[in-house]
């Protein structure tokens, strides 16, 4: 079973930064496997929420409001891999973060609706402190 793979986690102190990096295992065209792109996070007994998501052949982002100017989607110029910049990290952001890719079917809007996502990644841990 393919699987993405996520890297960049860690623990730093509120207003901090961190960068997470998913790289895609195939071709991220308007049709294929890939085409969307996103960042999920999920801390233990909750459910797991979507962050932002990105339609990696135009980079289209979009962005739950709880992240909206601190959280920076994108992708490499190759399109191959997709990043997620985090600034002003807050104690509330403290979870496990996956990346998950799904064929595009609403055009180049990509939304965050979690069960549509086929391909995921094992996660990474990211640690806010205050």
């Known amino acids: 079973q393919v699987r993405l793979v996520e890297s960049g986690g860690g623990s730093v102190q509120a207003g901090g930064s961190l960068r997470l990096s998913c790289a895609a295992p195939?071709?991220?065209?308007?049709?294929?496997?890939?085409?969307?792109m996103a960042w999920f996070r999920q801390v233990p007994g909750k459910e797991r929420e979507g962050v932002a998501s990105?339609?990696?052949?135009?980079?289209?982002?979009y962005y739950v409001d709880s992240v909206k100017g601190r959280f920076t989607i994108s992708r490499d110029n190759l399109k191959t891999t997709m990043y997620l910049q985090m600034d002003n990290l807050k104690p509330d952001d403290t979870a496990m973060y996956y990346c998950?890719?799904?064929?595009?079917?609403?055009?180049?809007?990509?939304?965050?609706?979690?069960?549509?996502?086929?391909?995921w990644g094992q996660g990474t841990q990211v640690t806010v402190s205050t």
């Open positions: 998950a890719a799904r064929v595009p079917y609403l055009g180049s809007f990509c939304n965050v609706g979690r069960y549509e996502y086929k391909t």
């Open positions: 195939g071709p991220t065209g308007p049709a294929s496997d890939y085409g969307c």
């Open positions: 990105i339609f990696m052949e135009e980079g289209r982002e």
